[in-house]
């Protein structure tokens, strides 16, 4: 059987009736994704970041490489579905507080442009709460529309620039 690899990112920033804080949510969002689809090979720590949009809650966040047999349409809804599982109501307002979101990074079989569906994920060089965290796991994997390394992508995106004159 033929899998792929998948670069995942993770986030909350809500507790979670039962499973407990943001950073609880995430971790137990990493080992269901583990134990149902496919093998995480790498996940990455989890961190805590400054939210964007109108939330006010800081979010917690990380990244995982998933070895799958899904294809790229099958994991998205197959994560749509874990997130409805965990609480996630998809409704309202964009970037609101969320009790997790799961989103598909890059995937090892180049790219993927439909409605449903973009692969690379259109905003995730701008993020350092995406990339600091998966250049942590996978600072070589190229991103196929730059072809630049993740490590390559976030020094890049945390350079010190100078002040203007």
């Avoid at 994704?33 to 989890?46: F, H, N, Q």
């Avoid at 805590?48 to 070895?67: E, F, H, K, Q, W």
């Avoid at 070589?140 to 945390?158: E, I, N, Q, S, V």
Wanted: hydrophobic share 45%; charged share 20%; proline share 8%.
């Amino acid at each position: 059987m033929s899998t792929s690899l998948y670069l995942l990112a993770l986030g909350s920033n809500q507790c979670h009736p039962h499973l407990g804080s943001p950073r609880e949510v995430v971790a137990a969002a990493a080992g269901l994704i583990d134990e149902t689809l496919g093998r995480v090979l790498a996940r990455s720590p989890i961190i805590a970041s400054a939210p964007i949009g109108p939330s006010l809650r800081r979010y917690a966040n990380a990244t995982l490489v998933l070895d799958s047999a899904l294809d790229p349409h099958e994991l998205l809804t197959a994560l749509q579905w874990l997130e409805a599982q965990l609480g996630r109501k998809r409704r309202g307002q964009r970037w609101r507080s969320r009790v997790i979101d799961l989103d598909i990074v890059l995937w090892s079989g180049g790219l993927v442009a439909d409605p449903d569906l973009k692969v690379p994920h259109p905003l995730f060089r701008q993020r350092d709460f995406v990339l600091r965290p998966a250049a942590a796991i996978a600072p070589h994997w190229r991103d196929p529309l730059t072809g630049l390394t993740l490590a390559h992508l976030h020094a890049r995106l945390t350079r010190r620039r100078p002040l203007p004159r």
